[in-house]
């Protein structure tokens, strides 16, 4: 039985494959620079893909079977989201070089965010229920 907590960031992972997957056919030259696969064509993305891909699966497998390392990992991940929003702010404003377009760029902060209010979830869940425990 998956709970909410559980689902929450089952969510989130298909959002984020399902982005990667509409950046990779509507901008490829996007993965070429923000990825650094440029040179490699097609096969060097659909291998960056394959490889996040696998990822995502493993991070998914650990949710699903609520396994504790997992849980730690991605909450630290998700709370230390909230950095990508003001780099992404410098990246806009000139002050750190940007890897992509400026849509690309919004979005990274838009996740950041979302990431950061997902990853407080996590830790409320933590101190009412324990690992992987309900918000």
Request: hydrophobic share 60%; proline share 3%; glycine share 12%.
């Amino acid at each position: 039985m998956v709970n909410r907590t559980q689902a929450l960031v089952l969510a989130f992972f298909g959002m984020v494959w399902a982005s990667l997957v509409t950046v990779l056919v509507a901008a490829p030259d996007v993965y070429d620079r923000v990825f650094n696969v440029h040179g490699h064509g097609w096969w060097g993305r659909l291998a960056f893909l394959g490889g996040i891909s696998i990822l995502i699966a493993l991070l998914v497998i650990g949710v699903l079977r609520r396994w504790r390392w997992t849980f730690w990992l991605i909450t630290v991940a998700f709370v230390a989201g909230a950095l990508r929003v003001p780099a992404s702010a410098l990246q806009i404003a000139g002050v750190l070089p940007a890897a992509g377009p400026v849509w690309y760029t919004l979005f990274q902060g838009v996740l950041g965010l979302v990431q950061f209010a997902i990853g407080l979830t996590l830790l409320a869940g933590w101190r009412r229920e324990g690992v992987w425990g309900a918000f």
